[in-house]
Structure formats: C-alpha cells, structure tokens
C-alpha cells in the first residue's frame, strides 16, 4: 500500500505509520555527516551513478561506495522498528 492508498483508506495507523517512517528517514538523512549526506543524495535522490559522484565530488568511487553503505547502515538501524525482517 501506498501513501496515496492509506490516505484514500482513512486507515489512521497506516497513514501515522507512513508519516512516521518518512519523518524518521528525513531527519536521520540530515543528522548523516556532511560528506555522508551529500553522497548519499547525490546517488538516492539524484539518481546519479557512483563514477558519476566520484567524478563531481574528486573522490574515489570506494569512498562512495563505504558512504553510501554507511548512510543505508544508520537508516536500517533507526528504521529497524518498521522494517519487516
């Protein structure tokens, strides 16, 4: 289910839940470290591959790689409440 479709629903646990997880990610997204954020929105809201970061930042792709795992690490972490194991 969507945000759309529990909004449409009327189901208020689904919609607080969605809400909830969304603010979640957002504020662990902008606590990350500088370096780390950028990184990571560059490639998860940017879409840009990681050459193509490395590239833009003068950085090695490695460095762009342990970023992004460590960005994916925190927020699996603080999320681990909604996910689904």
Known sequence: MDKQEAVEDNDPYTILSIFEIERITENTIEELPDQCKSIFKL????????????D??????????????????ILKSRLKDYLVS
Not at 43 to 54: F, M, T, V, W, Y
Not at 56 to 73: G, P
């Open 56 to 73: 833009k930042l003068a950085i090695s792709v490695r460095t762009v790689e342990t970023q992004i795992y460590r960005a994916l690490k």
């Open 43 to 54: 490639s998860r809201i940017n879409g840009l591959k990681n050459q193509e970061i490395a």
